[in-house]
């Protein structure tokens, strides 16, 4: 069955760094567009981060511009989330998403939870 498991949450201080992993399995992993998404405390879930099957392009939401780095390896099925200079406004349970441009298929994974906090 579809799984997209993240991994590489947790708690760390302000400035500091995480890279958040998703391993995926179950589908045509390079045939998926992938992004990151998070969700904080009572906000609506937002893209932070996308990129394409081939990881030939990405995209970032202004908050992530020049501090979180989307990457992808197709042979080991994985998403990553480089993340640094964080600031506590970046904690939230940060989700994998994978689309399908061609069949329009979208999957989630479970969440990981980043805090940012002194």
């Known amino acids: 069955q579809v799984q997209l498991v993240e991994s590489g949450g947790g708690w760390v201080q302000p400035g500091g760094s995480l890279t958040l992993s998703c391993a995926a399995s179950?589908?045509?992993?390079?045939?998926?567009?992938m992004n990151w998404y998070r969700q904080a405390p009572g906000k609506e879930r937002e893209l932070v981060a996308f990129?394409?099957?081939?990881?030939?392009?990405?995209n970032y939401a202004d908050s992530a511009k020049g501090r979180f780095t989307i990457s992808r390896d197709n042979a080991k099925n994985t998403v990553y989330l480089q993340m640094s200079s964080l600031k506590p406004e970046d904690t939230a349970v940060y989700y994998c998403?994978?689309?399908?441009?061609?069949?329009?298929?979208?999957?989630w994974g479970q969440g990981t939870q980043v805090t940012v906090s002194s």
């Open positions: 998403n994978a689309h399908s441009p061609y069949t329009k298929n979208n999957y």
């Open positions: 179950g589908f045509t992993f390079s045939r998926y567009a």
């Open positions: 990129i394409t099957t081939t990881g030939g392009s990405t």
